[in-house]
């Protein structure tokens, strides 16, 4: 990745969403549920590598009950969530955090290929 | 294991021969109190060692036992107090490494104590259990991570600074297992040499790591250039043709002394690497024979050449470790 990435300097939890303010000024909103969507998590990745388990995680994460999130930082890179319900072991880096805040796909296109080491 | 540091006796089992539980039952209930008392054991590990790093590579060969040893030395050198874990049960050479070689198992009280290697550093690896270096223990899933458990819970750390666990090559379950068993993992370090193939396999590790929820600490770069040095005329110029086509010309000081890096692989490609994934970049570690030796006699290099350019740069990438570890809390970022 090229592009550089601007530092994300406050996070605010609402209700529904999170709000984002990054050091260049820019601010945006990610739902929880797209952000629970795109868990990079060993079991929550796979899911989003075809359309229709994609669609029944989707529905599996609308199903749950609203909760706001309790969030831990992961070294200086990224950022965890720990929800009541639903998964919680997903990893976020700041870059995948930025994608969802600028509407990409955080996988970038790329399938999900588990344990491949 | 078949002679399992811990046992167990059921209050009141050879009183009335009616009502006593089945040599089945007893046997089932044996072993679910051996694993509660595991469990007790390793979140006591847990507390009892502030840091748990582990070092893995996609690839095998990249030098991860190389670079678990060499930090768990360099850890040691700086006055913390160390311990390494090797889990390598087909190739465990993280003994010869550190000096312990032909070390058989030391349990005292059912407990597993560690031996010690150079520096105090305290080592347990499944080498101990072998009967001779040539004959690698062959254990199948199950019993292989049940030795791991087992592994870590019953050794008897005592307190340690860091706990650095060394990972055998390839596909396996034994991170998985390490990273359930033991709590407050910090992260791992992942290995990688600048060759394409490993660089690739570095950053399936990456993606790995976000599945397993222990964090990236960084990636080191392995094997990272040869440096030569020598004397000629001062001041005198000359040219040396490098790898890739590439020609680098260097000078003698005034002194006569010289010396320059040759990049055996590519250059730079763990911290592109580390960059791509946005995870941090620890550092490049020199191509340095004395490693090969040091394998091979057992001193490694950072004891036989504690101020070497070899040591200088593991000094380097703990450095950059411990300022991950250290305020991984807030980086300026306000959550509300
Ligand atoms: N920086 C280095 N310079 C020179 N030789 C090195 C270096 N690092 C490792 N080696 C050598 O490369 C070989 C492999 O290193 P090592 O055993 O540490 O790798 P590994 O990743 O643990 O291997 P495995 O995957 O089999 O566990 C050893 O002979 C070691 O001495
Ligand atoms: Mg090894």
Redesign the pocket.
Known sequence: MTETLPTLNKLERRKQDMELTYDDGTTYTVAYDDLRHACPCAKCSPMRNDDDASRTLRRQIEALPAEKPHIRTVGKYALGFEWQQGCSSGIYRFERIHDLALRRDPDRGRPYVHGAW | MADSPVTITTPGSDDAASAGPSPQEQKQMEQAYAQMKRKMSMEEIGRNIKHKIMVL?G???????????GLALSLAQQGYAVGILDI?IT?P?VPK?MGLDGRRLHVENKRIHPAQGHLGVKVISMAFLLEDEDTPVVWRGPIKLGAIQQFIGDVEWGELDYLVI?????TSDEPLTVAQSLPDIDGMVI?TTPQQVALLDSRKSITFSESLKVPVIGVVE???GFTVSGTASPGSEFSVAAPGGKTITTSADGEGNFSFTLDIFKEGGGKSTAEEFGVPFLGA????????R??DDGVHRIVSEPDGP?AVAFSKVVAAILDQLSDGSDGGLEII
Not at chain 2, 166 to 170: C, L, M, Q, R, Y
Not at chain 2, 285 to 292: A, E, I, N, Q, W
């Open positions: 590579s690839k095998g060969g990249v030098g991860k036992s190389t670079v678990s040893t390598d190739g050479n490494m060394d990972f055998p090559p390839g290995v392995n094997m990272s570690l020199p191509f340095d024979p004395g490693f090969v040091g394998g070899s």
